[in-house]
């Protein structure tokens, strides 16, 4: 057996791949920025990154990826587990064993010809309780130079791995061996096979085929989300696709909030919001964009931590009025995936100006037909930025203990039927909205976009095991006696009868927050309804804005038919889930149902 690393196990994990995937030779990443210059000159040599404008884009690349390779792929996902059950309705699901077994022969000799890297990651700050670590093996230098923005890639990770921590095995493999004199691709990958894989029970994710975001860096989804949350469930604690905020009051007086939408739906612009000038008083600032780990403290408060350590964000609509500080934060050392390149190189994407340059290369790499309604960057073309260049991340967002939250706040997109905001009743009921919210989907994944479908807390693609056993998870912590935020559903998408957006959204969602703030405060009026608690038209702070009354009351109005309509949809959602899902569940639905039908 060779040498590469201290720790027995980790260095039998190694051997083992190198013997499987066969790669030209082995290097173990350090994370420091020589070893990022030197990656990404090895990407402008080989055509994968285009170098842009030094004085524009200082420390910036541009790449675009093969159009088979452009998203998540959820129907290629797969929790694999002893027990069917364990991973429920709405995952993918395989024998661990049977599954390897499949994976062995497609890796066998598929880093012929690469580089394979071994890079030690940490998610969350080193040394938090919160944070665990990863060893992510991989053929592509792409995902090591995203990973060293999106993960922290320390050497103390292989200290730490020697001391007896614990780590996930991250097994990446872009499918596409180089065989004897062959030219690269731009963007390797295997354009047919792809499985995302993982193994909870024994802390492995083997992903193949895909060089792209959630499906190739490993620490984000897969880890952060998937095992994670497998994890949280047999530790006691959450793991959420949910960002985490801090709001400040004119007074100084500060809370944390954190915001589950599925993806594409607004968690990158809500965290980095900058409020309107006449709430100029209120600050809001970013803990993370992505993905939140929960623990209850001792004190029976809930801590949040963002395990990320860069933000991989949605370009399209992200411009200097929607996102300012989004707009500021990729201004420096960014990786641009599948946006339009000019001549000069500059970027752009639908949405960052009105109008796109004279000449352009779409992301396909092909030069702009200006005659054309062809999208210049992909939907999800997407920026990777380290966090620390956020003009308003959070003063405690590396805080070892996390951040007290006080309110969760669930969002959907959807375009008719669910209000602006909602508060709910209690605890049980929040947990009923979250888990049974629906939304339309979006480009962050592969298939067909704007069709409603349930997203359970926005954790539709990411919950790694049974459904079921999360809702009830959830349900458990309202049972003990600790001091439980408030739960609030939100939608910024609801659409008028021409199809435009009714609700201005993004800084204007500050007057929403400020209404959230209040109420946790006491000093907030609501109505009490049939489906929740819900602000008047006087109970929101409007400014100078000429949002009125009528826009309001057709943004919050509830068409009981409509409702009793969803309502019924719930009780077949349940049946999906075999009526594994929590009894309260049931009294919940009865009572909304009942007094629906009594108003
Ligand atoms: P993931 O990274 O995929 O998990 O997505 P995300 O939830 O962080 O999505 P993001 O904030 O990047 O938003 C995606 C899209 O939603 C962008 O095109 C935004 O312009 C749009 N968007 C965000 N907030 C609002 C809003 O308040 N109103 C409207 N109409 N659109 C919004
Ligand atoms: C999402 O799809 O929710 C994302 C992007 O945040 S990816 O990392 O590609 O999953
Ligand atoms: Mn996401």
């Given at each position: 057996m060779k040498h590469f690393v201290d720790n027995h196990n980790l260095n039998e994990y190694i051997n083992d791949v190198v013997e499987i995937v066969n790669p030209d030779q082995v290097v173990i990443c350090d994370g420091s920025e020589s070893e990022y210059k030197n990656l990404c000159t090895k990407l402008v040599n080989s055509g994968t990154f285009i170098a842009l404008d030094k004085d524009k884009w200082p420390n910036c690349y541009a790449c675009n990826s093969d159009p088979s390779d452009v998203a998540r792929v959820e129907d290629r996902t797969f929790i694999c587990t002893t027990n069917k059950d364990d991973v429920g309705p709405t995952n993918n699901w395989e024998d661990p064993a049977k599954m390897k077994h499949q994976l062995s022969a497609l890796l066998k000799d598929s880093m012929t010809g690469r580089t394979m890297y071994i890079?030690?990651?940490?998610?969350?700050?080193?040394?938090?309780?919160?944070?665990?670590?990863?060893?992510?093996?991989t053929d592509s230098p792409y995902v090591v130079v995203n990973m060293h923005i999106t993960t922290r890639v320390h050497p103390t990770v292989l200290k730490k791995i020697n001391e007896g921590y614990e780590f996930v095995k991250c097994l990446h493999s872009l499918g596409a061996p180089l065989l004897d004199k062959q030219v690269d691709k731009k963007w390797p990958c295997n354009p047919t096979v792809k499985y995302i894989c993982h193994f909870p029970e024994t802390n492995e994710i083997i992903s193949y085929g895909s060089g792209y975001g959630g499906n190739a860096l490993l620490g984000k989804k897969c880890f952060g989300l998937r095992i994670s949350s497998y994890m949280a469930y047999k530790q006691g604690w959450?793991?959420?696709?949910?960002?985490?905020?801090g709001i400040e009051n004119p007074q100084g007086e500060k809370k944390y909030f954190a915001a589950a939408f599925p993806s594409a739906c607004g968690k990158t612009n809500f965290s980095m919001l900058i409020p309107p000038k006449e709430l100029d008083g209120w600050k809001i600032t970013t803990v993370g964009d992505d993905i939140a780990w929960i623990k209850l403290g001792s004190d029976g408060v809930f801590y949040a931590v963002n395990p990320e350590n860069g933000f991989f964000g949605v370009a399209p609509g992200t411009n200097e009025s929607t996102n300012p500080n989004a707009i500021a934060t990729l201004s420096a050392n960014t990786i641009f995936t599948n946006v339009g390149v000019t001549p000069d190189g500059d970027v752009w994407w639908e949405g960052l100006t009105k109008q796109p340059p004279?000449?352009?290369?779409?992301?396909?790499?092909?030069?702009?037909?200006?005659?054309?309604?062809?999208?210049?960057?992909?939907?999800?073309?997407?920026?990777?930025?380290?966090?620390?260049?956020?003009?308003?991340?959070d003063p405690n967002?590396?805080?070892?203990?996390?951040?007290p939250i006080s309110a969760f706040i669930f969002g959907g997109r959807r375009s008719a039927s669910i209000p602006l905001i909602l508060?709910?009743?209690?605890w049980n009921h929040g947990v009923y909205n979250a888990a049974t919210m629906a939304s339309e989907t979006t480009a962050a994944a592969f298939g067909e976009q704007g069709v409603v479908r349930r997203d359970p807390f926005a954790m539709l693609p990411f919950c790694g095991y049974n459904m079921a056993n999360y809702f009830k998870h959830w349900i458990g912590f309202g049972e003990r006696k600790i001091k439980l935020p408030k739960i609030y559903n939100v939608n910024w998408f609801r659409k008028d009868s021409a199809g435009k957006f009714i609700?201005?959204?993004?800084?204007e969602n500050m007057r929403i927050l400020k209404w959230?703030?209040?109420?946790?405060?006491?000093?907030?009026?609501?109505l009490n309804t049939s489906i929740g608690y819900m602000p008047s038209y006087e109970d929101i702070d409007w400014g100078t804005t000429n949002f009125n009354k009528d826009d309001f009351n057709s943004i919050m109005s509830i068409n009981k038919d409509e409702w009793l309509n969803e309502l019924n949809l719930h009780l077949e959602l349940f049946k999906k889930y075999n009526n594994q899902i929590p009894d309260e569940f049931y009294d919940i639905n009865f009572n909304l149902q009942k007094s629906m039908k009594a108003d």
């Open positions: 890079i030690p990651f940490c998610m969350g700050p080193i040394g938090s309780s919160f944070s665990k670590y990863g060893i992510q093996i959450l793991s959420e696709h949910m960002l985490i905020m004279s000449i352009v290369y779409n992301w396909k790499g092909e030069l702009h037909d200006t005659n054309s309604d062809q999208k210049i960057a992909h939907p999800n073309a997407r920026f990777s930025s380290p966090a620390i260049q956020c003009p308003s991340i967002w590396e805080s070892f203990e996390g951040v508060e709910s009743f209690n609700w201005p959204g993004f800084s959230i703030f209040q109420r946790i405060n006491g000093k907030a009026n609501a």
